[in-house]
T-cell receptor
Framework: SQTIHQWPATLVQPVGSPLSLECTVEGTSNPNLYWYRQAAGRGLQLLFYSVGIGQISSEVPQNLSASRPQDRQFILSSKKLLLSDSGFYLC?????????????FGDGTRLSIL | RKEVEQDPGPFNVPEGATVAFNCTYSNSASQSFFWYRQDCRKEPKLLMSVYSSGNEDGRFTAQLNRASQYISLLIRDSKLSDSATYLCVVNEPRAGSYQLTFGKGTKLSVIP
């Protein structure tokens, strides 16, 4: 069966510090991978998605970036965090192909910027 | 921007009650539909897919009306463990592929 791992679970960072969140998927190959952010009391916002190694699409302009160095690894980064980057970050995967399948989420990273 | 709208909630119901959630979506080209459940401070988890013919999974029944662009979720015989936020999710075409658009969710509290 497929599993998705995301870490760390909780992170407290000062403004202006860098960020690296990692996500890996097991039990499948060539998945579509996603990064979402959920701010307090708000819906999920898609940040990035990837349909293959090195292929990244950005949904919203921001100071975050994403990379996919391996088939089942997806990384979310920032060079300098802002207060507004606080939130609940979720990685998700779904089977590659037509794109009508549901997505499955990792446990999430709760990021607090001080 | 295409939207997915849900009942604002919160819904506070006694154990054993039947509760219905409604959802509308604006993109008629949407291809697939889902209900997710999200517990407080946890990740969303797939509850069920929604099909045009309607589908049932135990106490849960989902309905889709493509003509009206309307989705519903019915929970019968509510349990305390059903307390969560229920997200209506639509798979719609965006930028040459399909992406999920999430409603903001409806919070359900089942009371003893």
């Amino acid at each position: 069966s497929q599993t998705i791992h995301q870490w760390p679970a909780t992170l407290v960072q000062p403004v202006g510090s860098p960020l690296s969140l990692e996500c890996t998927v097991e039990g499948t190959s060539n998945p579509n991978l996603y990064w979402y952010r959920q701010a307090a009391g708000r819906g999920l916002q898609l940040l990035f998605y990837s349909v293959g190694i090195g292929q990244i699409s950005s949904e919203v302009p921001q100071n975050l970036s994403a990379s996919r160095p391996q088939d089942r690894q997806f990384i979310l980064s920032s060079k300098k965090l802002l207060l507004s980057d606080s939130g609940f970050y979720l990685c998700a995967w779904r089977k590659g192909g037509g794109g009508t399948q549901p997505q499955h989420f990792g446990d999430g990273t709760r990021l607090s910027i001080l | 921007r295409k939207e997915v709208e849900q009942d604002p909630g919160p819904f506070n119901v006694p154990e054993g009650a039947t509760v219905a959630f409604n959802c509308t979506y604006s993109n008629s080209a949407s291809q697939s539909f889902f209900w997710y459940r999200q517990d407080c401070r946890k990740e969303p988890k797939l509850l069920m897919s929604v099909y045009s013919s309607g589908n049932e999974d135990g106490r849960f029944t989902a309905q889709l009306n493509r003509a009206s662009q309307y989705i519903s979720l019915l929970i019968r015989d509510s349990k305390l463990s059903d307390s969560a936020t229920y997200l209506c999710v639509v798979n719609e075409p965006r930028a040459g592929s399909y992406q999920l658009t999430f409603g903001k969710g409806t919070k359900l509290s089942v009371i003893p």
